[in-house]
């Protein structure tokens, strides 16, 4: 199923994402990539998506958006856990969480099936301990105490100086 959505408006070229689900058979977890096709669109593939529950597929649609929306595509990738690949997950993280906490009228309740049904997956596949107390401390941090999903990408546009 291939289709556009303006849920992500890639905010440097005025482009909007298109998704691509695939699914396998042996694959055990929904999980999400944000890339450019092979005609330089935004596209974001979900893998597995409908074995999570919706409060999951958006958080995973909002944070492989974020990707697009603060200019990661267009960068050269970090080496896998280094410093910057981190800050680059904790920064989509943030923004997915603010959008499911401001555009979709999230209450506290499906904020804590949120956070449990990552926690869940993120053992499952075998994430350390501290990497995932570490990512859901963040999500909770941003959740709690920032502002909206729109200055906070502002924000890391302008200091990435991509405006």
Partial sequence: HNFTSNCCIFMVLGKNVYFKNLNSKTGMFPAGVAKK???????????NYQKAPKSLQIFID???????????????HPPRNSY????????????AILRVRDE?????????????????DMKQIGFPVISIS??????????????SAKS?????IEKRGLE
Wanted: with cysteine; aromatic share 10%; proline share 3%.
């Fill in 152 to 156: 906070f990408i502002a924000g890391v």
């Fill in 104 to 120: 979709e009228e999230s209450t506290y309740e499906s904020y804590e099936n949120l956070i449990t049904s990552l926690e869940k």
């Fill in 62 to 76: 909002f944070h492989e958006c974020a990707h697009h929306q603060v200019g990661d595509i267009d960068r050269p």
């Fill in 134 to 147: 570490s990512r859901i401390s963040n999500i909770s941090n941003c959740y709690k105490n920032y502002g």
């Fill in 84 to 95: 910057e690949h981190l800050m680059n997950e904790s920064i989509a993280d943030c923004i």
């Fill in 37 to 47: 096709d092979i005609n330089g669109l935004p596209v974001i593939y979900r893998f």
